[in-house]
């Protein structure tokens, strides 16, 4: 657009990195975030993973370089402190306590106002960080240096334990700590396959135990080999962990507690290591890791910790019983070339690794919706050459009958003329052009299918991105409410258009408000009534056809319908008489209604009356609606369905007086033919029987009060000037018409049309800002001949219709007969089920 | 308050006339029998009439939407907006001015495009020579030197609610 352009191209350049840089560190604060909750997840175990605090460390680390870089002070500030703390943390100076994992849930919370403060989103949470930046003082002033009397019992060199980096020392102590047994491997590499050689036997360790150091020895090497000490912590015994490492140049001990050695065992130890003296001028001038090999961090490895881990079984032995050493694969030899045993496989991980960074590119939704504006106007032209294809092959069957009849004539009249040599030939060309255009418009067709279906695989992401989110929602709620809750997830993968999940985290977390404010019950009420103390929400997603369903499941004490009506008539929502006449569930439906609220007042939660409020306007916004259904002591369960993606849709186009509408026909279960003698009135109603079910039917003339009006209206009556195209050229008074069965969440209703034009695939537009608030409208597309098709919303019409009698507007709907249908209408909920079964099907299948 | 806060605005149309060598570019146009006119700047294309597709439930100023290149466009038209006339009419010198509005281009049914007039400082009367209370969307009165009259129009107090 016109407005964008402006500014000089240096500012935009640095608009560019800004929001390059916006999006990295979100990314990064998600990631954060995701971690954290493992985190919390093992810490509630009473376990720990180091390798996870290191995960997080790295995080706040990147982040305090990107801030630095951008001059965001306030995040770089943060950072800076967080570090600290998550330093403490790793060399465990400080303990993970759940207080320690507040603060750092609270930072992410805070990083993404300060990400949103900068992007103009609401004022910079200054207050707050310097809150987080104090609270985060007085942990690091609590911190007590472990002692390092355990490691002090172990026959370990005092050498060894003077280059031991803080963060292996910390590692040792905690291995130790926990009971398990030390091991000392020697083991000579060669220089030209240590890389691999060495990953191989990092690979083998791993599933025994943790490896917490390796040094160069600084004997027994050569100008090709090197030897090194490896230290491992294992929970195993020395047999076991031998047979794991087993190979050439390799001798394995244990280390012995010094109370407990025998003096025996210490001769078994083999020449002791030369002092550190010795070693650290000369660093083995040999000795150059390649790069990627990196000697100092010791530990770099996912899973390594699993032997350390206290509260875990240790993990499953192979073959404990059976000495086959041969089972092991062997260490590579030593003069083989890197690729061997474990080299491949190491340099797969690591290219894995770099793929991962380049081949991702981040892209700007709003580009992506530019691409489905052209593939829309490819598809237009795809039509265009469609029609002019078929009159070229009208013409071309014309040509040649005609030619056919001339030829025939001439041979009676024993009169070849000029004609007859050169029909033959351009006859043939003719055909032979038709060929081809069709061969071309049938792979154009199918090339611009799966353009269409790519971009639309490149807009959905799974829903898991906005779950995690809900998830640190889940923690810091129920900690600040003080009940236990346990959130499980399931569908995270279920995938769905960007532009979708980015709208949903709103209604969701509102919706999960509620669930822990309104329906878990706290501890003691939980006990009395024999649930456990946990409250469980579960998280659902899956896909059904078209649609995703995200359900939000609660096990808590469920709505009680009089409770919610007595709160309702309070707030003068409805009145007395209108409530005498609500069915169960729509008294359920009230707390979507603006101003609902069961408190009498807010709390820090909830209670303010718009949190459902919200969820029902942004959930509908994205084309999908929201039920609820309860039972009271059991639990809540709130299903959204939503429309897999905006963009692209499939659509039944119908004509109502004349004028042509769009018809998801993701909602739409069939389309039969009506006939008025079908109706009947029900409470000035109408509604017709359908497979032994209630159908409450809509004329769509009626709804948008078409009739009276010349059909098209694209300029006046009175106007002398252009006449319409000629979509109200068929006679009027047509005879049959259709009911087009819409169905969304399992309401129905049958909107009447004159006629069934077909099916199309549309991509979908939004209408502007100033066509917003005009009801029943998803959307408009072009139909081609830059016709514009305006799209129905087959949700608010569904709704619309339920809730007034159609096209009577003048009689006040009692506002409980609804309910009634509502009940009828329960028998049958079959979505497009035995539609096979039906007489007369619509001509659009 | 906001009506001062126009005021203000409608005078710095003669300070902004001032800024461009005195001259500012307005496009002439007709509604009915008036002439009007809005600063060339808020134009983005003229467009001759499209096919427009009726929105059922719109305001009665909505002819309706066209597409114009791929994109959606709503168009309003003024001679109802304006009270004017109570139904709108196309005929071969109508046309559609797209302009922008918030978030969005909307087209503008007019009876007849004019011409551009340079309008200097000296031929801009301010909107209350027409009387005290006039609507926000009234900035000026134009009065080229080729005698014609021009309401000059503001179009965001139009686009705002």
């Given amino acids: 657009m016109a407005e964008h352009s402006g500014g000089g191209r240096g500012d935009s350049a640095g608009d560019k990195a800004r929001e390059e840089f916006f999006s990295e560190a979100q990314e990064i604060v998600d990631g954060l975030s995701r971690d954290l909750l493992v985190l919390d997840e093992v810490c509630r ?100 240096g472990g002692g390092g009397s355990v490691v002090a019992q172990y026959e370990l060199d005092p050498g060894l334990l003077g280059v031991l980096t803080e963060y292996e020392e910390h590692r040792l102590r905690t291995n130790l700590q926990a009971g398990l047994s030390l091991y000392r491997m020697r083991v000579q590499f060669q220089l030209a396959t240590i890389d691999s050689a060495l990953d191989d036997l990092k690979a083998r360790t791993r599933p025994h135990g943790e490896i917490i150091t390796f040094l160069p ?22 047999s076991v962990l031998g047979e794991a490492v087993a190979g050439p140049n390799l001798t394995i001990e244990e280390v012995r507690r010094r109370d407990a050695a025998p003096p025996a065992a210490k001769e078994s130890i083999r020449p002791p290591r030369p002092a550190l003296s010795d070693m650290a001028p000369a660093p083995l001038p040999s000795f150059a890791p390649p790069p990627g090999f990196d000697v100092p961090q010791t530990i770099e490895t996912d899973d390594y910790t699993e032997g350390a881990r206290t509260s875990r079984p240790p993990p499953p032995m192979s073959p404990t019983g059976l000495p086959s050493v041969q089972s092991f694969p062997p260490p590579p030899p030593p003069s083989a070339p890197p690729n061997n045993a474990g080299g491949p496989q190491a340099q797969r991980e690591r290219e894995l690794t770099l793929r991962s960074v380049t081949q991702t590119v981040r892209v700007d ?62 006859d043939g060309e003719l055909r032979e052009l038709v060929t081809s255009l069709t061969r071309l418009h049938r792979s154009f067709d199918r090339h611009l299918t799966q353009m269409q279906n790519g971009i639309l695989e490149v807009r959905m992401v799974p829903l898991g991105q906005v779950f995690d989110k809900l998830a640190r929602i889940v923690r810091q709620i129920s900690r600040e409410h003080d009940k236990q809750v346990n959130l499980v997830v399931t569908g995270a993968e279920t995938e769905i258009d960007k532009l979708i999940v980015e709208e949903l985290s709103d209604p969701l977390m509102h919706m999960i408000r509620n669930a822990i404010d309104h329906g878990i019950e706290d501890r003691d009420e939980r006990m009395r009534v024999q649930k456990p103390a946990v409250g469980t929400i579960a998280l659902n997603a899956f896909q059904k056809g078209n649609h995703v369903v995200i359900e939000v499941e609660d096990d808590g004490k469920g709505m009680d319908p009089p409770v919610i009506l007595a709160a309702a008539m309070r707030r003068g929502l409805v009145t007395e008489a209108e409530a005498r006449e609500m069915s169960a569930k729509d008294v359920l439906a009230l707390v979507f209604q603006p101003g609902f609220t069961t408190r009498e007042e807010a709390t820090s939660l909830s209670g ?105 209206v694209w300029f006046n009556e009175d106007a002398k000037t252009p006449t319409p195209p000629a979509v ?23 909107f009447v049309v004159d006629r069934l034009v077909g099916q199309q695939d549309i991509v979908i537009k939004a209408l502007g800002r100033s066509l917003k608030k005009v009801r029943g409208f998803a959307g408009a597309t072009e139909l081609g001949d830059q016709r514009v098709g305006l799209v129905l919303d087959a949700a608010a019409l569904i709704a619309e219709v339920l809730a007034n ?33 039906t007489p007369a099907r619509g001509g659009f299948a | 308050m906001k009506g001062l806060a126009r005021r203000i605005e409608g005078r710095s149309a003669l300070q902004r006339a001032d800024e ?40 009665p100023d909505v002819v309706g939407v066209m597409s114009v290149r791929g994109r959606l466009v709503a168009v309003l038209d003024l001679k109802r907006r304006f009270r004017l006339a109570r139904t709108f009419t196309m005929d071969r010198k109508s046309r559609i001015l797209l302009v922008n509005a918030v978030e969005e281009e909307i087209g503008l049914l007019v009876d007849e495009v004019l011409q551009v007039y340079r309008l200097s400082e000296a031929e801009i009367e301010p909107p209350t ?8 969307h009234v900035v000026g009165i134009g009065r080229p030197q080729a005698g014609a009259v021009l309401m000059l129009l503001d179009l965001a107090p139009l686009f705002e609610e």
């Fill in chain 1, 45 to 144: 175990r009473g376990g720990s993973d180091a390798e996870l605090v290191n995960d997080v460390f790295r995080a706040v680390h990147t982040l305090k370089g990107l801030s630095g870089l951008f001059g965001a002070a306030m995040m770089s500030g943060l950072s800076h402190e967080l570090e600290n703390l998550l330093d403490d943390l790793r060399l465990g100076r400080i303990e993970l306590t759940p207080q320690v994992l507040d603060l750092l849930f609270q930072s992410v919370e805070l990083y993404g106002r300060i990400l949103g403060a900068a992007k103009g989103d609401g004022p910079e949470p200054a207050a707050e960080v310097k809150a987080l930046l104090a609270a985060l003082g007085q942990v690091a002033q609590q911190k007590g």
């Fill in chain 2, 20 to 59: 461009i060598g005195n001259r500012a570019e307005y496009l002439a146009f007709m509604l009915g029998n008036e002439a009007y006119a809005i600063e060339i700047g808020n134009i983005v294309e003229i467009l001759k009439p499209l096919p427009i597709t009726e929105i059922p439930r719109a305001d």
């Fill in chain 2, 129 to 136: 020579v027409l009387g005290t209370e006039q609507p926000l």
């Fill in chain 1, 805 to 837: 009698a159609p096209g009577d507007s003048a009689r006040p709907a009692p506002v409980g007969a609804s309910g009634e249908i509502a009940v009828v209408r329960r028998s049958d909920d079959a979505v497009g089920g035995g539609a096979a079964g």
């Fill in chain 1, 217 to 238: 020895t600084g004997e027994g090497g050569d100008a090709e080999s090197v030897e090194l000490e490896i230290l491992v912590a294992s929970r195993e015994g020395l």
């Fill in chain 1, 365 to 426: 939704i709003r580009k992506l919706d530019h691409l489905m504006n052209i593939v829309g106007e490819l598809a237009i032209v795809r039509s265009a050459v469609s029609r002019l294809t078929e009159r070229v092959r009208l013409h071309e069957t014309l040509v040649s009958g005609r030619a056919e009849a001339a030829e025939g004539g001439w041979s009676r009249a024993g009169d070849a003329g000029p004609w007859r040599g050169s029909a033959g030939p351009r």
């Fill in chain 1, 608 to 712: 303010r009356g718009v949190g459902m409020d919200i969820v029902k306007t942004n959930i509908a916004k994205l084309g999908g609606v929201v039920d609820i259904t309860s039972e009271v002591g059991i639990g809540t369960k709130m299903t959204i369905t939503l429309p897999i993606t905006l963009a692209i849709i499939s659509v039944l186009i119908v004509e109502v007086a004349g004028r042509t509408f769009c018809m998801p026909l993701a909602s739409v279960e069939e389309a039969i033919v009506f006939d008025d003698s079908m109706v009947r009135t029900f409470e000035g109603r109408e509604v017709m029987t359908q497979r032994g079910a209630t159908l409450p039917i809509a004329r769509l003339a009626k709804v948008f009060q078409l009739e009276g009006h010349r059909a098209g």
């Fill in chain 1, 728 to 750: 109200s050229a068929r006679p009027l008074g047509r005879p049959k018409s259709y009911v087009v069965i819409a169905t969304v969440a399992g309401r129905r209703v049958g």
